[in-house]
């Protein structure tokens, strides 16, 4: 996810068939154990928080982060920048840091501007959330522990994208999406582009079947980049494999919760349509934590 992208709206069904995975046509092989490979998560990921802070501390892991503050942490960083297909400014007054937990939550506006103002700030109708690391990290695996309310027309997403840059930018992205239309689902997606000369911007997107909605409870999502391909866990449980346009370059670790511009021919078929009673809706993090791979 970022601050220009068109968003995907068009899936792929993933099943496993046989041992390997088969994705919109695509056929890869089933994951080689990762050193970071997640364990099977507990019913509530919560209860994994201890174990992960000792073995990130005795491993000198990049990055172990409890929210255990009352601020945004150091090291983090609001996203302000709004973009057309957002129907949200962005500031972090929606942002919260409380007991634990990062609190993103999507409400309704009420006459505030995003943190970088656009021209099309005038039609937005809501306030959106973002945050994301400071630090971009080279191959790694990263684990979060997590629930999303996300409400019909709301989409929220744990990601892991490259530096923007001017004037052309080779955005390469790895995505998990939860759309508020169908929480029983997780969007999966890989992004590579050069931006520009591409217009294709839709990314490779498939979609999980979770055995569970994401709002009823703390779950956790692994992604991770090693050069050769980029894999997805839930709860433990490998998700899917990808071996083309995985990562090269750093990336940075993202959180957000935002609404999908109502007015667009495809919002409501992709995220739901958005209510004005649906608001506030809002994404929890109880932790999160990141491996640099060799």
């Not at 990336?251 to 349509?273: C, Q, R």
């Given at each position: 996810?970022?601050?220009?992208?068109?968003?995907?709206?068009?899936?792929?069904?993933?099943?496993?068939?046989?041992?390997?995975?088969?994705?919109?046509?695509?056929?890869?092989?089933?994951?080689?154990?990762?050193?970071?490979?997640?364990?099977?998560?507990?019913?509530?990921?919560?209860?994994?928080?201890?174990?992960?802070?000792?073995?990130?501390?005795?491993?000198?892991?990049?990055?172990?982060?409890?929210?255990?503050?009352?601020?945004?942490?150091?090291?983090?960083?609001?996203?302000?920048?709004?973009?057309?297909?957002?129907?949200?400014?962005?500031?972090?007054?929606?942002?919260?840091?409380?007991?634990?937990?990062?609190?993103?939550?999507?409400?309704?506006?009420?006459?505030?501007?995003?943190?970088?103002?656009?021209?099309?700030?005038?039609?937005?109708?809501?306030?959106?959330?973002?945050?994301?690391?400071?630090?971009?990290?080279?191959?790694?695996?990263?684990?979060?522990?997590?629930?999303?309310?996300?409400?019909?027309?709301?989409?929220?997403?744990?990601?892991?994208?490259?530096?923007?840059?001017?004037?052309?930018?080779?955005?390469?992205?790895?995505?998990?999406?939860?759309?508020?239309?169908?929480?029983?689902?997780?969007?999966?997606?890989?992004?590579?582009?050069?931006?520009?000369?591409?217009?294709?911007?839709?990314?490779?997107?498939?979609?999980?079947p979770l055995g569970f909605a994401a709002d009823t409870g703390f779950h956790?999502?692994?992604?991770?980049?090693?050069?050769?391909?980029?894999?997805?866990?839930?709860?433990?449980?490998?998700?899917?494999?990808?071996?083309?346009?995985?990562?090269?370059?750093?990336?940075?670790?993202?959180?957000?919760?935002?609404?999908?511009?109502?007015?667009?021919?495809?919002?409501?078929?992709?995220?739901?349509?958005?209510?004005?009673?649906?608001?506030?809706?809002?994404?929890?993090?109880?932790?999160?934590?990141?491996?640099?791979?060799?």
């Amino acid at each position: 996810m970022n601050p220009t992208d068109v968003r995907r709206h068009a899936v792929k069904a993933c099943v496993v068939v046989l041992g390997t995975i088969a994705c919109g046509g695509r056929t890869v092989p089933p994951a080689v154990v990762s050193a970071a490979a997640p364990a099977p998560a507990p019913a509530d990921c919560r209860a994994d928080e201890a174990a992960y802070v000792r073995r990130a501390g005795a491993e000198r892991w990049a990055l172990m982060e409890t929210f255990a503050g009352s601020a945004i942490p150091q090291g983090w960083e609001a996203g302000v920048y709004p973009w057309p297909e957002n129907g949200c400014v962005m500031n972090d007054s929606t942002i919260a840091v409380r007991d634990g937990l990062l609190a993103l939550t999507v409400r309704a506006r009420k006459g505030e501007t995003s943190g970088a103002p656009s021209p099309d700030d005038d039609g937005k109708i809501c306030v959106g959330a973002e945050l994301h690391t400071a630090r971009f990290f080279g191959r790694a695996h990263v684990t979060a522990c997590l629930r999303t309310e996300a409400t019909p027309g709301t989409v929220a997403a744990f990601f892991a994208i490259s530096q923007y840059r001017q004037p052309v930018w080779n955005q390469q992205e790895i995505d998990f999406e939860w759309l508020g239309k169908d929480l029983g689902l997780a969007q999966l997606n890989v992004h590579n582009h050069t931006r520009p000369p591409d217009t294709d911007l839709t990314g490779t997107p498939s979609f999980y079947p979770l055995g569970f909605a994401a709002d009823t409870g703390f779950h956790r999502y692994d992604l991770e980049w090693d050069g050769a391909r980029t894999r997805f866990w839930v709860d433990g449980t490998i998700a899917e494999v990808r071996t083309g346009d995985t990562p090269t370059l750093p990336l940075d670790v993202v959180f957000n919760h935002y609404a999908v511009t109502p007015s667009l021919p495809w919002a409501a078929k992709w995220a739901g349509p958005l209510r004005d009673a649906s608001l506030p809706t809002r994404t929890l993090v109880d932790w999160v934590a990141v491996l640099e791979l060799p």
